[in-house]
């Protein structure tokens, strides 16, 4: 069966909580799914015009939050309101501190967060760049010193059923398993 090419389901998308501030320190936040790691230090987002970009491209700067099983009504709370009509930070009820890296929000209700300076803003391609200069993680979700995604339970977007999905279950080993096959 062949389906619509508009409606390609590529996996996994995850579920990124954009935190900025505006010109008057008023921190906002948005989900946001098309993201990527592009280097070892570089972030790399498609993002259409919105509150956050105008405040990103004030400050120079922004937060990830990784969403996770215990964040999702929030989570999914910073897709559907506009920071442009309502203080979202506010209306969620959650917690928020100044990072100390960047001018950016830091939601505390997050375990893992990553402090980002913009890079790059590409309007036309609405595509966002930033830098990782520090990461914020909760001791809960650490392992022997490592973040323990079975531990941070982060979801994804599953674009088919419209529903958000835990990542963590371990399958197989990596740059292991496969060497049965290439060593035979």
């Not at 491209?57 to 309101?81: H, L, M, P, Q, R």
């Not at 309007?123 to 520090?134: D, F, R, Y």
Request: charged fraction near 25%; glycine fraction near 8%; aromatic fraction near 8%.
């Amino acid at each position: 069966m062949e389906f619509d090419s508009k409606h390609a389901v590529i996996v996994p998308e995850g579920v990124f909580v954009i935190g900025t501030f505006d010109e008057n320190g008023v921190p906002n936040a948005m989900n946001a799914a098309w993201g990527i790691q592009s280097d070892y230090e570089k972030i790399s987002l498609f993002l259409a015009p919105h509150k956050t970009t105008e405040n990103l491209k004030k400050t120079g700067a922004f937060t990830i939050a990784f969403a996770t099983k215990n964040t999702v009504e929030i989570s999914d709370y910073f897709g559907v309101e506009s920071g442009k009509n309502v203080n979202k930070i506010e209306k969620a009820g959650v917690h928020v501190h100044k990072s100390t890296h960047v001018n950016a929000p830091i939601i505390e209700e997050y375990p893992l967060v990553l402090e980002c300076e913009v890079e790059e803003w590409d309007e036309k391609k609405e595509m966002l760049t930033g830098k990782i200069v520090a990461e914020q993680v909760d001791e809960s979700i650490l392992t022997d010193g490592k973040i323990d995604l079975g531990k941070l339970q982060p979801i994804m977007y599953d674009a088919s059923f419209h529903v958000y999905r835990v990542i963590g279950e371990i399958v197989g080993n990596a740059f292991k398993d496969g060497l049965k096959i290439k060593n035979k």
